[in-house]
C-alpha cells in the first residue's frame, strides 16, 4: 500500500500544479498522468509502478482538499500560456440549503431550485404521485407547495423561499420514483424567482447544520 | 359530555408514559361536514394530546386525493342513485361508506405518531367481541384473510393524520355496484386503489353495532395511552359555525376539487353505429376536456366537436353544451349525433 505520507505529498503536488494551470477538476488526473517519472519521483519520492494505485488512492483526498480550495478561491488564475474559461464546480458541490421540514433550496442568481432531501425520500417510502404547482404561482415561504404521495402517505412539501413558480419538474408526472432515486438531483420539484433571497436564506440550514439537525431528529423520535 | 366507565378487560398493559388524549365523535352523516371536521381537526387541532376521532356517512363513494373518480367509480350511477363522491386530503384508494361503515381518524405529532399503534387499538377493539384481527403489510386489518378495515395517512409538517374504516354491516353488493374494477380505456397519471376480498365485522359478532364498536375503540385508546377524558359530541350545527370549518366544508362540496384536482389522463373509445363509425381520443386536465381529436365516418356528424369540447366540464354537462353548438347539418345529422352523445355519456 502506498503510505500516506507520499498520498499527501503527491495530493499537494497535484493542486498547486491543478491551481496554477486550470481549476477544472479533471485536469488533475490528465497531469498527474503525464508528469513524466523523473519529476513526481523528485517531487514526491513516487516509485513508478506505484502510479495506478496512487491515482486511485488519493482519489478522495483531492476531491475533498479540491472543495476546500475552491470554496476559499471562487476565481481562478488563468496561465498566460492557455486561455480557460473559468466555469464554477460541476453541480454536485454547489451549496443546497435545507429547511427544517427537509426540503432543499439552489440558488443560481435569481432562480432557486427546490426538491426534497434524501432524508425525506426515505421517510416517504415509494413515491406514485407528485402533484405540482402550477407555473405563474406565487407562494410565500412556507406555503405548501407540492403535495407528494407514496406508499405511506400523502405529504406536504413546504416552499423554502417566496417567490413565484418559473419551471416544474415535469420529468416526474410520468416518473414520480426520481424523487426517491434521485432526490437531489434529477428529482427536483419546481424552480422560483425568488423575491426576497437575502433575508430568507438565513433561516435555512447548509449542508453541515442539516445533518446534525436530521441526527437529533432520529434521536428524538 | 359522556363519562367512559373504565375497562373491565385487559389484553396487555401499556409500557408507554401516559399521554393526554382527546376523543371526538360527529352526531352527522353529512359526508362533507364529517371531512371538514377532519380537516379542521387536522391544521387547527390540539397536538400536545393523542385525538381520535370517530364518524360515519351516509351512502358515499370517497377517492383518494389524487385518484381519477372516472376510473375508480361509476360517476352516472352515483348521480342517478344520489349516493355522494367525496375526494379526501389523504392517498390511497377508493371505498364506499354508508351506514354499516364505522370510520376513525387518529390524529398525532410527528414526534409520537405510530401507526401501528393504532391499529393495534383497533384490533384489540374488536377482541371485545371475541373478533381476532391483525394487520397485515400494508396495514389493513383482516379478519381469516378477509378485509375489514383500510387506512390512509396524511402528513403536513408536525402533523400527521393515521384514518381509515371499519365494516361493520355495509351494503358490500353496493360496494361492488358503485366501484369499478378499473376502467381499461381510460390512461391515467393518478393513483390507483388496491381491490381486496372484504367482510362484514356483522359476519362474525352479528350483534356488532356502530356504538358498541366506538365504545371498545374509546375504551382501548385510553388504556393505550394511559389517560381519560370525557367524549366530545359534535353537533352539526354547532359545526358550520366555526369559521375554518365552514370554509373546508364548502371547498369540499365544490366540482374544482372534487372533479378539478383529476390528473391529467387520456381516453379512447371507438363505436360501430348502423350509419357508419365514431373515433373519439381525449385529453383531460384538471376535469376538463384539454384535447379532443374526435372523427366520425360521414365527417358531418362530430366535424367541428373537437373544438368546442376544449374547456368544457368532463361530464355530460359539458358534453351537451358543446353538441349544442355544432352547426345545424340537417335532421338525420341531428339524429345521428344523438346517437353520439348517448353513447358518449354512457362511456364516459
Same mark, same amino acid.
Given at each position: 500500500m502506498v503510505p500516506v505520507q507520499v498520498q499527501q505529498r503527491a495530493s499537494r503536488f497535484i493542486l498547486k500544479r491543478k491551481n496554477k494551470v486550470s481549476n477544472s477538476f479533471g485536469c488533475s488526473f490528465r497531469l498527474f498522468w503525464r508528469t513524466p517519472i523523473k519529476q513526481l519521483k523528485n517531487a514526491?519520492?513516487?516509485?513508478?509502478?506505484y502510479r495506478v494505485i496512487l491515482l486511485i488512492s488519493i482519489m478522495n483526498r483531492i476531491t475533498s482538499t479540491a472543495r476546500l480550495v475552491c470554496q476559499r478561491r471562487p476565481t481562478f488564475s488563468v496561465a498566460a500560456s492557455r486561455s480557460v474559461t473559468p466555469r464554477s464546480f460541476s453541480r454536485s458541490f454547489s451549496t443546497k440549503l435545507y429547511t427544517k421540514d427537509h426540503e432543499w433550496l439552489q440558488i443560481d442568481g435569481h432562480i432557486g431550485t427546490v426538491g426534497i432531501s434524501d432524508y425525506a425520500q426515505k421517510a416517504l417510502g415509494d413515491v406514485v404521485f407528485v402533484d405540482l404547482p402550477d407555473v405563474g404561482k406565487l407562494l410565500t415561504?412556507?406555503?405548501?407547495a407540492v403535495s407528494v404521495e407514496s406508499v405511506k402517505a400523502a405529504s406536504d412539501v413546504y416552499s423554502p423561499a417566496s417567490g413565484e413558480v418559473t419551471e416544474v419538474n415535469e420529468a416526474l408526472r410520468t416518473q414520480p420514483d426520481l424523487v426517491n432515486s434521485a432526490s437531489l438531483s434529477n428529482g427536483w420539484m419546481f424552480k422560483l424567482k425568488l423575491s426576497q433571497p437575502d433575508e430568507e436564506v438565513k433561516s435555512l440550514k447548509n449542508e453541515e447544520a442539516y445533518a446534525k439537525f436530521c441526527e437529533s431528529e432520529d434521536e428524538n423520535h | 359530555m359522556r363519562q367512559i366507565s373504565p375497562?373491565?378487560?385487559?389484553s396487555f398493559t401499556t409500557t408507554s408514559a401516559p399521554q393526554p388524549v382527546r376523543v371526538l365523535l360527529s352526531k352527522s352523516t353529512d359526508p362533507y361536514l364529517n371531512l371538514a371536521i377532519e380537516d379542521w381537526l387536522f391544521h387547527h387541532?390540539?397536538?400536545d394530546k393523542q385525538t381520535l376521532y370517530l364518524w360515519r356517512n351516509e351512502p358515499t363513494v370517497v377517492i383518494g386525493r389524487n385518484q381519477n373518480p372516472w376510473k375508480e367509480c361509476d360517476v352516472k350511477a352515483l348521480e342517478r342513485d344520489s349516493i355522494h363522491l367525496v375526494r379526501r386530503s389523504s392517498g390511497g384508494g377508493a371505498v364506499y361508506h354508508d351506514l354499516g361503515n364505522s370510520c376513525f381518524s387518529f390524529f398525532s405529532d410527528k414526534s409520537s405518531y405510530d401507526k401501528n399503534k393504532n391499529s393495534l387499538i383497533i384490533c384489540d377493539a374488536l377482541r371485545h367481541f371475541n373478533i381476532t384481527a391483525s394487520p397485515n403489510t400494508r396495514n389493513d386489518i383482516l379478519v381469516n384473510d378477509r378485509k375489514i378495515s383500510g387506512s390512509a395517512y396524511r402528513l403536513s409538517g408536525k402533523r400527521c393524520l393515521h384514518h381509515g374504516t371499519l365494516l361493520?354491516? *355495509?351494503h358490500l353488493h353496493n360496494l361492488q355496484k358503485y366501484l369499478y374494477v378499473g376502467n381499461p380505456y381510460i390512461k391515467s397519471a393518478g393513483v390507483a386503489s388496491v381491490r381486496s376480498p372484504v367482510q362484514n365485522l356483522s359476519h362474525y359478532a352479528?350483534?356488532? *353495532?356502530h356504538d358498541l364498536l366506538m365504545n371498545a375503540i374509546t375504551k382501548e385508546f385510553f388504556h393505550h395511552y394511559g389517560h381519560r377524558c370525557g367524549v366530545e359530541l359534535l353537533d352539526e350545527e354547532e359545526m358550520k359555525k366555526i369559521p375554518q370549518l365552514s370554509e373546508a366544508y364548502e371547498n369540499l362540496r365544490k366540482w374544482g376539487w372534487r372533479f378539478g384536482e383529476t390528473p391529467s389522463f387520456e381516453h379512447k373509445l371507438q363505436y360501430t353505429f348502423l350509419w357508419g363509425t365514431v373515433s373519439i381520443h381525449l385529453h383531460s386536465e384538471e376535469g376538463r376536456f384539454k384535447k379532443v381529436e374526435a372523427s366520425s365516418e360521414p365527417p358531418e356528424v362530430l366535424e367541428g366537436l373537437s373544438s368546442l369540447l376544449e374547456g368544457k366540464a368532463y361530464d355530460r354537462h359539458g358534453l351537451s353544451e358543446a353538441m349544442e353548438m355544432m352547426e345545424d347539418r340537417g335532421s338525420t345529422v341531428t339524429q345521428r349525433r344523438r346517437e353520439v352523445e348517448e353513447w358518449l355519456v354512457r362511456e364516459m
Open positions: 514526491i519520492g513516487l516509485q513508478h509502478n415561504q412556507g406555503d405548501v | 375497562l373491565s378487560r385487559r387541532g390540539q397536538y361493520i354491516s *355495509t352479528p350483534m356488532l *353495532t
